[in-house]
């Protein structure tokens, strides 16, 4: 069946970097792309950006960019996401999605993975 | 960027009542529109796809409409299970915004 397992929480000073692992099961990987969206605690969903598998493009929310880095090792079906100069307001749950192209929904999510930013 | 818009926000309904969440966006998205369920502590769940597309196992319940501009997803008879937050997404062209929610609760 389709799994997509994300790393354990973690907890970062401001400042620092943290980065996410969502390991892909179930399917062919390189068929899928892979989406990062987040959620703050109480607040809504927030798409943050998306790579696709096969080459390693990218495409990053305008928000994000410069301080977000997605890559992807096909050799592990794994995928990864790298937030840099992480501040408070990064506090949040952090999903991997994955849609089977570029404009697609995305059916299959990853458990979540706790980023808390505190000093 | 789309901004998509959901109304309400907060939902007060009962098991099997029917009820209409919408979902506007600033500029046409054609029927590249999404809904979700998101229940507390877990990731969200895809209901609808393309505007009016089933997800796989989601109940006949569920049904969407819309396109360009205004969506909306509709609930028949509400489960006890349906109590959750529901939000909107587009993917028309990036970045693929969500609404703001619309938690549904119970009267």
């Known amino acids: 069946q389709v799994q997509l397992v994300q790393s354990g929480a973690e907890v970062k000073k401001p400042g620092a970097s943290v980065k996410i692992s969502c390991k892909a099961s179930?399917?062919?990987?390189?068929?899928?792309?892979m989406h990062w969206v987040r959620q703050a605690p109480g607040q809504g969903l927030e798409w943050m950006g998306i790579?696709?598998?096969?080459?390693?493009?990218?495409s990053y929310a305008q928000k994000f960019q410069g301080r977000v880095t997605m890559t992807r090792d096909t050799s592990t079906s794994t995928v990864y996401m790298e937030l840099d100069s992480l501040r408070s307001e990064d506090t949040a749950v952090y999903y991997c999605?994955?849609?089977?192209?570029?404009?697609?929904?995305?059916?299959?999510w990853g458990q979540g993975t706790l980023v808390t930013v505190s000093s | 960027d789309i901004q998509m818009t959901q109304s309400p926000s907060t939902l007060s309904a009962s098991v099997g009542d029917r009820v209409t969440i919408t979902c506007r966006a600033s500029?046409?998205?054609?029927?590249?529109l999404a809904w979700y369920q998101q229940r507390p502590g877990k990731a969200p769940k895809v209901l609808i796809y393309?505007?009016?597309n089933l997800g796989s196992g989601v109940p006949s319940r569920f049904s969407g409409s819309g396109s360009g501009t205004d969506f909306t997803l509709t609930i028949n008879s509400l489960q006890p299970d349906d109590f959750a937050t529901y939000y909107c997404?587009?993917?028309?062209?990036?970045?693929?915004?969500f609404g703001q929610g619309t938690k549904l609760e119970i009267k």
């Open positions: 500029q046409s998205v054609s029927s590249w």
């Open positions: 393309e505007a009016s």
């Open positions: 999605a994955r849609g089977v192209v570029p404009a697609a929904a995305c059916d299959y």
């Open positions: 997404q587009h993917y028309n062209s990036y970045p693929y915004t």
């Open positions: 179930g399917y062919s990987f390189t068929i899928y792309y």
């Open positions: 790579i696709n598998p096969i080459g390693g493009s990218t």
